[in-house]
């Protein structure tokens, strides 16, 4: 399967504690971009890469949270101190740049803080 | 920002009937309207979507339709079956970067 492949799809955590997501971009997409869901809401925008340049940060994405992609291919995403609130599904997506294409969505990592 | 609005939160349906699902957006320099669908414990999948300089498109029994004057869009499946039931999502951006999703509309189709 070539898709957008995230690790892992679950994780259980203590309040407190840190944690990191990774996100393997389908081959050659330029663009990743990582959002948080919560229990019956639409995904919410955290933060978007093009390449290895994290071009914008939504406020969402608090002075705990970490969104990293060294070599322009793969993703992780480091929430420090967790906190019950950041229970959720976090899902990365990644397009190509050229030809301005759809996002491709990842099947998720479901974090939950216990 | 942009803000996507979306009605109704649940959609019940007889297996054959038709069913709409709309958006607002509040954003004119919104150009590109993507419509996911997302089953429990996966991540959305991109069913169809519009870009701004179009008003209709249509895939097999799934069209949308976009009204940029009244900043509506709206997604509709026809002859539905038990396999469309899931939550659909609407969402609007600029530039094919970020993505403003709406709240999401639960569909369930009744054999």
């Known amino acids: 399967d070539t898709g957008v492949s995230q690790d892992p799809r679950h994780k259980i955590t203590k309040r407190g504690q840190n944690v990191t997501f990774r996100c393997d971009p389908i081959?050659?997409?330029?663009?990743l971009y990582w959002y948080r869901q919560t229990l019956g809401q639409g995904p919410e925008f955290l933060t978007y890469?093009?390449?290895?340049?994290?071009?914008?940060k939504s406020r969402l994405l608090s002075d705990r949270f970490s969104a990293e992609r060294p070599k322009g291919s793969f993703s992780t995403l480091e929430i420090q101190r967790t906190e019950q609130g950041d229970s959720a599904m976090y899902l990365c997506?990644?397009?190509?740049?050229?030809?301005?294409?759809?996002?491709?969505f990842g099947q998720g990592t479901r974090l939950t803080v216990v | 920002g942009e803000n996507v609005e979306q009605h109704p939160s649940t959609l019940s349906v007889q297996e054959g009937d038709s069913a709409v699902i709309k958006c607002t957006y509040s954003?004119?320099?919104?150009?590109?309207f993507p419509w996911y669908k997302q089953e429990l414990g996966k991540g959305p999948q991109l069913i169809i979507d519009?870009?701004?300089?179009?008003g209709e498109k249509k895939d097999q029994r799934i069209a949308v339709t976009l009204n940029k004057t009244a900043k509506h869009f709206s997604l509709h499946i026809t002859e539905t079956q038990p396999e469309d039931s899931a939550v659909y999502f609407c969402?609007?951006?600029?530039?094919?970067?970020?993505?403003?999703f709406g709240t999401g509309t639960r569909l369930l189709v009744s054999p």
């Open positions: 997506a990644s397009s190509p740049q050229t030809g301005n294409t759809e996002a491709f």
């Open positions: 519009i870009r701004s300089n179009v």
């Open positions: 081959s050659e997409h330029n663009r």
């Open positions: 954003d004119s320099a919104s150009n590109y």
């Open positions: 890469f093009q390449n290895e340049a994290q071009l914008e």
């Open positions: 969402a609007a951006s600029w530039g094919f970067q970020k993505l403003v």
